[in-house]
């Protein structure tokens, strides 16, 4: 039952639900021929195609559906972007069933946990995570069997996992006169749990209507604009919030689609970028960066690549004109979350920029760019306040739409929505075009002597001296100040820069206050799942440092 | 209620329900500062932006709840697009109300019909429409009263309609803190009749989840690709099908938007699409004939417009050919009907075809397209059999999906859907890519000797000859045959034909039992309410018409 009024008068168009089998679906009716090429762990390039991954899922549906599978089940995936993971998506999720994407990056221990959580059934694995399986399998006590995605004659001779099936043979034991099933769109479809910095995660618990929703809006010309003509190649995991949505978008669109496997380095990348003509990409910064450096290294240049997505984590401004300026690639810096299916804003210019001088420009593309059309943004303040969309107030930023959580998977505690908006626990201004910028993670934040001082401008600022590799800042207790900054950073291999350089290298880029109190060269950053800089791990490693400003009670930051 | 199974499992996403209202309110939170520009029947043209648009709405809503409109209630409209219509299109339908859109090309008496058979409760009206208006609204019984949508000085000092509002006064009124109430999804939202060519109108009621499914739907890259960077003129009236959706997927997008008012002409149409920058477009063949002679009589070029979407009829080989070879304008050839909010399908090549020869590519645009995602297409034998996909096989074609009608308005009578499926009355062949090419209206096929012939193909053949301006097909009776075909053609002025030329002008080009029996020029053809051939007119005129064939009973047709 709808929670909402009823009109007296309802509307007389068909009550067809929106489910994720539809997509697959008409792919294969009106782009079948159009291709899915992956590169497989067992090193070659594999080609399907929308027709044939429509074929194989529904094959796979009815495997899992004669092992047992029923509606609202939970199957895990344990893999890598590519044709077998795609076609689980839709075998599990278009058979009423809930796809439970995996991070592999997890620890052990961790994937013990989600997978106990949500009770998995069955876990889907890439030949790349058999020896984590096998560390596994036996802990994992909800998992009746567990499917090897790989040809049968590379399935392990001797294996300590009980119930071990071949992919293959799920899918050649069955016909592909499987239909989809029709049922309520409110059903669960995928489940996620974020890589939480504290405690256990938490599992998003997404809907068909919320996926077949993100799809729609994620595709049009003012976000992803995914359409026909494309080539895409999701950088961003499948395990990683459905690849931000691009399994279903892409063949929504009926663009060919590029797989990348495990070869996530920048050779291997490139490599396919070319081979196949990809116009289209989505990843995180450091994925990037590795890229980046392949192709700066090696003076390459792209042939076919025309726009990127950016998103994860704020695009550092140096990348963005490495990209725009030198490689000639449109770059679209995206924000969202797990908890928003991950879409919620894309970004861009409009038609009144098209004047403004270039440095300006680029400041816009460096937002986070606008809501995609079925998401609102408001920015509060401490008590609860909205906040104005001048550019420059900051406030805690809240989100609302159709396809962003409203309570966890399981999870007891207090309510996730104050007043029927979720709370990202991201700090940012608004301006009053509705540009988004993300000025830091809340936790994030450094208090000192009552202002804020944002990490990510100082980190974007350092990372724009041709020394720095990567950079990372957190506050440090002060005895008058409460937090002071420290700078944390992994120089270019080859390169050098001293702590005064770095610090000299501020003055005058941002007020006097937000200068750093010191400089620490350090070999590597701590780096999250799903390859976010692990700040809590930071904060844990440099509590007792004492800044070189401490003593010096009388001193001006 | 679902009408779906629910699964055990449901997913924890927040039940938003997709509302019209949120549409403007997105257009005037991150684009509020773009252009609504509409050319008024006062002559002048008039500038307002989303911002705008939505605090008027939102007054008018709030005007309309004081003057005792309630949710459900009917709310006519009889106007040209501008920016006026656009406000009642979101406060009626933002406010709860249905906005019912009077096509005002109708006779009165239909006029009447429908306003009765949908007891609107208001009526607001063009300065064009006063003597419409006088002539109808004392017989308009449910209408409590109507609004005129002009300023306050051009209201008329003297009038035989009762109740009599000056639609400014109404906003005036009200202040614009008026808040859009939150209510099912499939709640009625508009309401449009079909003008039948036989029996009563009947009404369609379209829902606000229907319309904002479509809205995301016809936006994507693959259908109109509206984005913030274009410039939209909607010379499909308002009145017709909401559109084609244009007020919704245009402020979505944040596109800038020109509405023309009344002045459809070519010399009109053509200066606003220069003044104003168009870059895309949409309406019927009929209106484009008129746009393009001006054009080519002036010899004048597109400095901005792009594209346009040509629907509610075939669009003839010779208009394409003008279209793209002449002024380089990419086409979207499109079909859809009132049944259907309206779109089904949008034409365009995929990117295999790039290599093909340019006739070939052609012969791909001229067909109607793919689905747009989230229309299911197919197409099936008099006895219900589902026929191939292979571009040859003609079947009747139905249609299935979130937008299109499962019944309608008030009407008693037969199950509108076949097993779910909506009939379109069009016959058509679908390609192995999903390509969809209406033959015919099955009531319009001719049926000589057993076998069927289009009369579309026929009329596109005639309308390639230089002398022809327009063509419609019509069968006549004949005692072998059952039915022959019989050409009316109206000449290009200034230009002449034979009738002899004319049927040696088919020969070879397709099956010689095609060549219509016999040619008349005749001075016009009868046009509906919505610019299509009233082809029933046409059998009703010539039902006693011997072809000269008709005498010779051994003749081989």
Redesign the interface.
């Known amino acids: 039952?709808?929670?909402?009024?009823?009109?007296?008068?309802?509307?007389?168009?068909?009550?067809?639900?929106?489910l994720i089998s539809?997509?697959i679906e008409?792919a294969a009716?009106?782009?079948?021929?159009?291709e899915i090429v992956s590169r497989r762990i067992e090193g070659d390039l594999h080609r399907s195609s929308y027709r044939e991954c429509h074929r194989r899922s529904r094959r796979l549906a009815k495997g899992l559906q004669a092992l047992g599978v029923?509606?609202?089940d939970r199957v895990a995936t344990l893999a890598w972007n590519g044709y077998r993971h795609m076609e689980a998506y839709y075998a599990v999720s278009g058979s009423?069933a809930?796809l439970h994407t995996i991070n592999p990056r997890l620890f052990p221990e961790q994937i013990v946990y989600i997978c106990n959580h949500a009770e998995d059934q069955f876990l889907l694995f890439d030949l790349t995570f058999l020896a984590l399986v096998e560390d596994v399998a036996a802990r994992c006590k909800s998992v009746k069997g567990f499917i090897l995605m790989c040809d049968r004659e590379r399935m392990p001779a001797k294996t300590n996992i009980q119930n071990l099936l071949c992919y293959e043979d799920v899918i050649d034991a069955h016909t592909d006169d499987y239909v989809w099933?029709?049922?309520?769109?409110?059903?669960?479809?995928t489940l996620c749990y974020t890589s939480g910095t504290t405690g256990h995660p938490k599992g998003?618990?997404?809907?068909?209507?919320?996926t077949v929703?993100h799809a729609?809006?994620s595709?049009?010309?003012?976000a992803l604009?995914?359409?026909?003509?494309d080539t895409v190649l999701p950088v961003v995991p499948m395990f990683h919030v459905n690849a931000w949505g691009l399994p279903y978008s892409v063949p929504?669109?009926?663009a060919?689609m590029v797989f990348p496997g495990a070869a996530l380095d920048g050779k291997s990348l490139y490599e396919l970028f070319e081979s196949e003509k990809v116009t289209f990409s989505a990843g995180v910064p450091t994925v990037w960066l590795g890229l980046i450096n392949f192709m700066l290294q090696n003076q390459r240049t792209f042939s076919s690549l025309r726009r990127m997505v950016i998103g994860g984590a704020a695009c550092p401004p140096a990348m963005m004109a490495t990209l725009i300026d030198h490689f000639g690639v449109q770059v679209i810096h995206a924000w969202g979350m797990t908890e928003m299916?991950p879409l919620g804003t894309a970004g861009?210019l409009?038609?009144?920029h098209l004047a403004l001088p270039p440095d300006q420009q680029r400041q816009i593309l460096l937002k986070q760019g606008?809501?995609i059309?079925?998401v609102d943004l408001k920015i509060v303040g401490d008590d609860g306040m909205e906040l104005p969309?001048d550019g420059v107030t900051c406030g805690h930023l809240l989100v609302?739409?159709?396809?962003?959580?409203?309570?966890?998977?399981r999870h007891e505690g207090a309510d996730v929505?104050q007043n029927?908006w979720?709370p990202t626990g991201d700090v940012a201004t608004i301006d009053?075009?509705?540009y988004l910028q993300i000025t830091d993670r809340s936790k994030d934040m450094i208090k000192s002597g009552g202002e804020w001082i944002g990490t990510i401008e100082l980190e974007n600022l350092a990372m724009g001296h041709p020394a720095v590799l990567q950079a990372a800042c957190i506050g440090i207790r002060h005895p008058k100040w409460d937090e002071r900054p420290l700078l944390l950073l992994v120089k270019r291999p080859g390169l050098e820069v001293t702590r005064e350089e770095m610090l000299q290298f501020f003055e005058g880029k941002i007020a006097k206050f937000w200068i750093p109190d010191d400089v620490l060269f350090i070999d590597a950053l701590p780096m999250g799942a799903t390859g976010k800089i692990q700040k809590n791990k930071l904060r844990e490693q440099f509590k007792e440092y004492r800044l070189p400003t401490a003593g010096m009670e009388s001193s001006e930051p």
Chains 1, 2 share one sequence.
């Open positions: 039952m709808s929670p909402y009024p009823i009109s007296p008068l309802m509307g007389q168009m068909m009550s067809q639900p929106l539809g997509i008409f009716r009106h782009y079948g021929g159009n029923n509606m609202g009423g809930v099933p029709m049922f309520d769109e409110n059903s669960a479809a998003v618990l997404y809907s068909h209507r919320s929703l729609y809006a595709a049009l010309p003012n604009n995914v359409g026909s003509f929504l669109s009926g060919k299916s861009g409009q038609v009144k606008h809501a059309y079925g969309w609302k739409g159709p396809w962003v959580i409203s309570s966890y998977f929505l029927g979720f009053a075009d509705g």
